[in-house]
């Protein structure tokens, strides 16, 4: 049952540290999506990734985040330096929607919390 | 780009009772409509999905039906169980891919 993995799953830091999550996408998926979960917003999407080019990051601040798919299996997304408002639950997401199945599949989540 | 809207926010029926979540989307070019449900600290994962080409699908006590030319869809749970409590979103995907609604929180009262 392939599934997509985070790591690390949970990470407790102080405002200003550099934080940096990763995902390593279901085999064969060429899109990989960057989500952010909150109470307040629900889920935003961060940035999108197709056949690991970039295509959409409009929804991510520019100063402080970025997101990089050094190769087709693992995305990276960094913040730095951190805030407290950065506190959230980060998702990543891998989907193939030219082939059969289209939708996306949601790896664990990283709980980030920026003291 | 694409616009979902969800309603309600909060749901909440008796065990056994029957719930329906309803949506709207923006983007008449839009031709897949998945729907996900995210048990507390857990990850959304699918329950279920409709294509545009189609107007209702069911697999066993969950349905979704699909208005195209309203815009909009809906699911719908029949005989509802503690284990239906969750928060349930809707998306519809367009030229920029999945955009969510909001989200729904299931409450099944026993």
């Known amino acids: 049952d392939a599934r997509v993995t985070q790591t690390p799953r949970h990470k407790v830091t102080e405002m200003g540290q550099e934080v940096t999550m990763r995902c390593q996408p279901i085999l064969g998926h060429n899109t990989v999506f960057w989500y952010r979960q909150t109470m307040m917003q629900g889920l935003e999407l961060l940035a999108y990734?197709?056949?690991?080019?970039?295509?959409?990051d409009s929804g991510m601040p520019k100063d402080r985040f970025s997101a990089e798919m050094p190769d087709a299996t693992l995305a990276t997304l960094k913040i730095q330096p951190s805030e407290p408002r950065d506190s959230a639950v980060y998702f990543c997401?891998?989907?193939?929607?030219?082939?059969?199945?289209?939708?996306?599949?949601f790896g664990p989540g990283t709980r980030l919390l920026v003291l | 780009g694409e616009n979902v809207e969800q309603h309600p926010s909060t749901l909440s029926v008796q065990e056994g009772d029957s719930a329906v979540i309803k949506c709207t989307y923006s983007d008449s070019a839009s031709n897949y409509f998945p729907w996900y449900k995210q048990e507390l600290g857990k990850r959304p994962q699918l329950i279920i999905d409709i294509r545009s080409n189609v107007g209702e699908k069911k697999d066993q006590r969950i349905a979704v039906t699909l208005n195209k030319t309203a815009k909009h869809f809906s699911l719908h749970i029949t005989e509802t169980q503690p284990e239906d409590s969750a928060v349930y979103f809707c998306a519809a995907r367009g030229a920029d891919g999945l955009t969510f609604g909001k989200g729904t929180h299931l409450i099944i009262q026993p």
């Open positions: 997401a891998s989907g193939d929607p030219d082939g059969i199945q289209e939708t996306q599949y």
């Open positions: 990734f197709r056949n690991r080019a970039p295509l959409d």
